[in-house]
């Protein structure tokens, strides 16, 4: 996480702790496993795939379907391991991890706006992102399992936070 005054004051009481869900890359792996699946059984009945592997060696092609399962492999770990977004009694705060740029914490005082969104089947899986926004600023965090009821506490925190003070 980032390090501004917010994120290191220990007197932020938490009110939510949650990370990327693994459902949320269910759409991604879903495509994979069918272009993987029509790549390793097309040389039988696409023709155009068939010359290709004539051409390049049907090995590297049959090499090349396999080799993207470990880069969505790793992504999929990085984001579940790395990504966190922690809702305090004073603002929102989101990690994406070692591989991006910390992102400054959002004061509830500053929140305009709290969207949520996804495809028809992150619904379905119960998952999308949320988006807390600002007048001049827009976060958004991917992948939240039930985001619906994630964007209700960080708008039950924003009202709370605005009526006190």
Do not use: C
């Not at 220990?10 to 991604?28: S, T």
């Not at 977004?85 to 994406?96: G, Q």
């Not at 939240?144 to 994630?150: E, L």
Request: glycine residues 6%.
């Amino acid at each position: 996480m980032g390090t501004s005054s917010a994120q290191q004051d220990p007197a932020q009481r938490d009110l939510a702790w949650l990370g990327y869900h693994p459902r949320a890359m269910a759409p991604i792996v879903a495509l994979t496993v069918v272009a993987s699946l029509i790549v390793w059984t097309g040389r039988w009945y696409l023709d155009d795939l068939s010359e290709l592997a004539d051409r390049v060696g049907s090995l590297a092609l049959f090499a090349l379907a396999w080799a993207v399962w470990p880069a969505l492999a790793a992504v999929f770990l990085y984001r579940v391991v790395t990504y966190t977004y922690r809702l305090t009694d004073r603002s929102v705060l989101a990690d994406f991890g070692f591989l991006s740029r910390p992102i400054a914490s959002v004061p509830l005082t500053d929140v305009t706006a709290v969207v949520i969104g996804g495809g028809w089947l992150a619904r379905k899986l119960k998952v999308g992102w949320v988006e807390v926004r600002t007048a001049d600023r827009a976060v958004r965090l991917p992948g939240v399992r039930n985001p619906q009821t994630f964007a209700l506490a960080i708008r039950e925190a924003v009202a709370k936070l605005k009526a006190e003070g």
